[in-house]
């Protein structure tokens, strides 16, 4: 019994020979709709923020620094390539790419940065309530938003119209903490 | 006479006043609520009435009316029911009578809810910390409304878990937390008496990631399929449905019948791949790398048709609340066809040549042995249920998405032992395969997704449960403000296999350890629920406590600077 076995594995080793692929001289086949890196279109997005709201790894960032300019912030180091995001735009300014080969030293590689110009109409929030029917896939974070970019932290807390003190606070920006 | 009917006279009957009132929201679950002093009694009655133990909840209703609400939670597995049994304690005497006595499996969720929440239970056996680190301050409970999700608390110095006295005569070998047959970070002390297994004891929960916290403080419920499909990086959508189906089962939505399909096959395709990871990972734990290896090149063909189909090879992201992301298109479904072909094929014949194989048979029969009224004492589930003669699978007793038209299987076999379990993880990969085909053959047209045309209403309870390649898995959720749950419990089928470890470890070898304690397919990390840090010891010169401490916070203070 034992020896048919034995028999039977060297078999069964040997029909398929070397499968494993000689990377990364030899790549393997990457789909089409892979979801890699997601690429955002800064002449598409109206920085509803929407993304930032869905976003599982809470990995992109809105701040508005003054009531014209609104940054929006990906931090690709903390994604985990769900694609929520791209699902959710409603101007379809973000797509998922077939890159996967992203590990890097620095952080800033695989950040990406837009600052956009706001009309003031389009920061309340409508606009994308409006595009979204589903009524669990609506935008919960309306109005202005002070997140703080440099901790990645988002913050819960908006104003209808443009607030200094907001985004100083954002600025101060600490984890509770009961330590002394 | 209706379970319910039945149930409730059983109830008044035997606890009279104590029964505040008895609800049945949907066709399958029966809520019970009573008052603290009946829990013990009521738990008692249920389980006589048939009912198996799943799991207890907790959660914090102190804004509300000032209580921590405790629901024990059981399935009639023969009419397909749910029974919750819910109940309440103050906030300033939040003590309830423990179950744990009468359930064993029980222990586990008792212990968490203590940690998490602050609610004691009177008559545990074992009040130990389960989930919280040693240095946890007291006094601060995590799962509690009032503390904010992201809080650094103030660690305690020169606090180390007490592990179980050390049966007479025994020495202790430790296992872990960093250790070659384990692959997560876990730690059981292993008491021996030469080679053989005396008893053990377990301290582990340190990949907790505080998912739920996380999930019912910061992110809406269309984002949770996607954090609790990685809870588990096995049975992913196994969790992503559960989440989806509790919280379409709050809603009263109906999801199109093409989604229930597409989710079958997905939980199917995620079977195949997990039984072929757990058959290779098997063989190489007895130290026949053949099988390791060769399992593994058949699972490739899985990932790769997975990562064609969802765009991910594991991690798929294709559950949403409401249906599915992506829909399966003809020639996708041609695809699917050709790698079932190629995997039933190819397993067979690494079936053929390993079923006779005499040194599998030494290794694995008649190792782990536990009988089927300990598996059945201590509600285990899954294969390493089936392999101890208990015949339950989620799948067929408790049908969801669209397995009520499938015909498949149930392996059920009783020789107890850790060989069983692995017979039994073939042939289910067998019957997965039939399962896919069927749904590509009977796949009815139409929308794939359904959207939500009002928001969820609040308090809301819902319980599913979803078989996954390792055994069934429970999610309950509690329905909430702001577009997220207020409550979502999650019990991954390691949380009871676990317990019941050091039962088939008694009087065992110490050689068998990896395989027995592989046999259960453990996942630590879906059980902990709860980010691995890298450190680096630094030499392994000996070293005190609190110099290892030092070190430790040197480096996290250097990745942190990093970072910044």
Redesign the interface.
């Given at each position: 019994?034992?020896l048919?076995?034995?028999i039977?594995?060297l078999?069964?080793?040997m029909?398929?020979g070397v499968?494993t692929l000689n990377y990364p001289h030899e790549r393997p086949p990457v789909?089409a709709?892979?979801?890699g890196q997601p690429v955002f279109d800064h002449q598409k997005c109206i920085g509803c923020g929407g993304c930032s709201?869905?976003?599982?790894a809470?990995c992109i960032l809105v701040r508005d620094v003054c009531q014209e300019l609104r940054v929006m912030l990906y931090d690709g180091s903390r994604c985990?390539?769900?694609?929520?995001c791209a699902?959710i735009c409603p101007e379809q300014a973000i797509t998922?790419s077939n890159s996967f080969e992203i590990a890097c030293d620095q952080?800033e590689d695989i950040t990406t940065r837009m600052e956009l110009f706001m009309m003031t109409c389009q920061r309340c929030g409508r606009c994308y309530e409006m595009e979204k029917?589903?009524?669990?896939?609506?935008i919960?974070l309306k109005g202005f938003r002070y997140d703080n970019l440099?901790?990645r932290a988002?913050i819960r807390k908006t104003s209808e119209t443009f607030d200094p003190t907001l985004l100083q606070q954002s600025d101060q920006y600490q984890?509770?903490?009961?330590?002394? | 006479m209706s379970k319910r009917k039945e149930l409730e006279a059983k109830l008044i009957a035997r606890l009279r006043d104590d029964v505040v009132c008895v609800e049945k929201t949907d066709p399958r679950t029966i809520f019970i609520d009573v008052k603290r002093a009946g829990i013990r009694e009521a738990s008692k009655i249920i389980t006589n009435a048939g009912a198996r133990y799943l799991c207890s909840v907790g959660y914090d209703n102190i804004e509300r009316d000032g209580t921590l609400g405790m629901i024990h939670t059981f399935a009639l597995d023969d009419s397909d029911q749910f029974v919750c049994c819910r109940t309440s304690a103050p906030e300033n005497d939040a003590i309830i009578e423990s179950i744990t006595p009468d359930l064993p499996s029980a222990g586990w969720s008792e212990r968490e809810v203590t940690d998490l929440l602050g609610l004691r239970f009177a008559g545990h056996p074992k009040p130990k910390k389960l989930v919280l680190a040693d240095d946890w301050?007291d006094g601060?409970y995590p799962l509690r409304k009032d503390v904010?999700h992201?809080?650094?608390?103030?660690g305690a110095e020169d606090v180390a878990y007490e592990l179980d006295e050390a049966p007479p005569g025994t020495k202790i070998v430790p296992v872990g937390p960093f250790h070659p047959s384990l692959h997560e970070p876990e730690h059981f002390a292993v008491y021996v008496d030469g080679e053989t297994i005396k008893g053990c004891d377990y301290r582990g929960f340190m990949t907790h990631r505080g998912i739920e916290k996380l999930c019912t403080t910061?992110?809406?419920?269309?984002?949770?399929p996607?954090?609790a499909e990685?809870i588990c990086g096995i049975c992913g959508s196994v969790h992503a449905t559960a989440f989806s189906q509790a919280v379409e089962s709050a809603a009263g939505l109906v999801i199109p019948r093409r989604a229930e399909f597409i989710r079958t096959m997905m939980l199917e395709f995620e079977r195949i791949h997990s039984n072929l990871l757990w058959l290779g990972v098997a063989g190489h734990l007895i130290g026949f790398d053949?099988v390791f290896?060769?399992a593994w090149?058949v699972r490739?063909q899985i990932m790769w048709l997975c990562?064609?189909l969802?765009?991910?090879r594991k991690?798929y992201?294709m559950i949403l609340?409401?249906g599915v992301?992506?829909d399966i298109t003809p020639e996708i479904a041609d695809d699917i066809r050709r790698v079932m072909k190629t995997i039933e094929d190819d397993l067979a014949?690494?079936h053929?040549?390993?079923e006779?194989?005499?040194?599998i048979h030494k290794r694995t029969k008649g190792v782990g042995t536990i009988t089927k009224q300990q598996a059945l004492d201590w509600s285990l589930v899954g294969p390493v249920a089936r392999a101890r003669g208990v015949d339950i699978d989620a799948r067929r007793d408790h049908p969801y998405a669209a397995y009520d038209e499938m015909k498949f299987e149930v392996p059920v076999l009783d020789s107890c032992d850790v060989w069983a379990t692995l017979v039994i993880r073939v042939i289910e990969t067998f019957e997965a395969i039939k399962i896919v085909r069927q749904c590509l053959e009977k796949m009815p047209g139409g929308e794939f997704f359904v959207?939500?045309?009002?928001?969820?209403p609040a308090q809301r309870h819902a319980i599913t449960v979803v078989e996954a390649p390792r055994g069934e898995s429970v999610h309950y959720v509690i329905t909430g403000e702001?577009?997220r749950p207020e409550r979502w419990r999650v019990r991954a089928p390691t949380f009871p296999n676990l317990q019941a470890v050091p039962l088939m470890l008694l009087d065992e070898q110490f050689g068998d350890f990896p395989i027995i304690m592989g046999s259960i397919d453990p996942c630590f990390s879906c059980t902990d629920r709860v980010a691995v840090v890298d450190l680096q010891t630094g030499q392994a010169s000996s070293i005190s406590k609190a110099e290892l401490d030092a070190l430790s916070r040197q480096q996290q203070a250097r990745h942190a600077s990093l970072?910044?």
């Open positions: 019994m034992w048919t076995s034995k039977k594995q078999l069964m080793v029909k398929p499968v789909p709709n892979l979801r709201d869905h976003c599982p809470r985990t390539y769900c694609g929520r699902d998922m952080k029917t589903n009524a669990i896939d609506r919960n440099e901790q988002l984890r509770p903490s009961t330590k002394e | 301050p601060i904010p992201n809080l650094v608390p103030k910061q992110i809406s419920y269309n984002e949770v996607f954090i990685r053949t290896m060769q090149r490739e990562e064609r969802t765009g991910n991690t992201g609340v409401g992301r992506r014949i690494i053929r040549a390993i006779k194989d005499t040194s959207e939500m045309k009002d928001s969820i702001d577009n970072k910044g």
